[in-house]
């Protein structure tokens, strides 16, 4: 069964949820408050993605997020936001989200998210792959999905995985944001580009040097990005 956790104090949003989820042949497991998140995570390890609502009674989403992330990389996260958290999407995607979707959305985007993220975090059979990635100080072992840099690992999470394995498999190669958002989010994203950017600005600041002054991950003007080891 493919679970998933929504996280939504509003009655009638997490319901609307977890009946659209249902329908689409997802577990839906509930919580109202980010305790009740946390402890229905830690009893389930088998949930692949997380749906989080960020106005909460007890604690706000980017916190319900940190907390998740301190344990687990592998599971999806997707925010909830209200139109008028613009900075907040920004900040919850650096603390560990992999995409967001803003209040009021419909079934459709909803599940268009949520199955491309399921997809990625390796809910569905992935492809047999037993090879190691080696680029500049980078080794990229794609049975296991981890990253080494000059031997030390670098915690990714499921997205931030795929990129690199876009990236290493393409090197030298100027990649453009739609053809990044489309290879790592699904051919049937339609999120914004900015969700780009902003992992990127992340994934920098965890395989960069100097995340400001990138020596790996260099920006194409206008177009995208390219990998350089
Ligand atoms: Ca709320």
Redesign the pocket.
């Known amino acids: 069964m493919k679970k998933i956790l929504t996280l ?3 009655s009638s ?1 997490r319901s609307f949820v977890v009946i659209n989820l249902k329908r689409a042949g997802y577990e839906v497991l509930e919580a109202a408050t980010g305790k009740e998140a946390l402890e229905i995570l830690h009893d389930n390890p088998d949930i692949k993605v997380a749906l989080l ?4 009674p007890d604690m706000d989403g980017f916190e319900v997020c940190r907390a998740i992330r301190a344990t687990n990389t592998g599971i999806g996260i997707i925010m909830l936001t209200a139109r008028t958290q613009e900075m907040d999407k920004i900040t919850g995607l650096m603390t560990g989200a992999d995409d967001y979707v803003t209040k009021p959305f419909s079934p459709a985007e909803l599940l268009a998210r949520v199955d491309a993220l399921y997809r990625r975090t390796g809910g569905a059979s992935a492809p047999a792959d037993d090879g190691v990635i080696k680029r500049g100080p980078f080794s990229l072992n794609t049975r296991n999905r981890t990253l080494e840099k000059n031997g030390e690992r670098i915690r990714l999470t499921q997205i931030e995985y795929t990129i690199m394995k876009l990236f290493m498999e393409n090197p030298g190669k100027a990649l453009s944001r739609e053809e990044i958002l489309s290879q790592v989010w699904g051919k049937d994203y339609f999120g914004e580009l900015k969700v780009v950017d902003v992992n990127m600005r992340r994934l920098r600041i965890k395989i960069e040097e100097d995340s400001t002054n990138p020596e790996y991950i260099t920006t194409v003007w206008g177009y995208g990005y390219k990998w350089g080891a």
């Open positions: 939504e104090d509003e949003i609502d960020i106005m909460l």
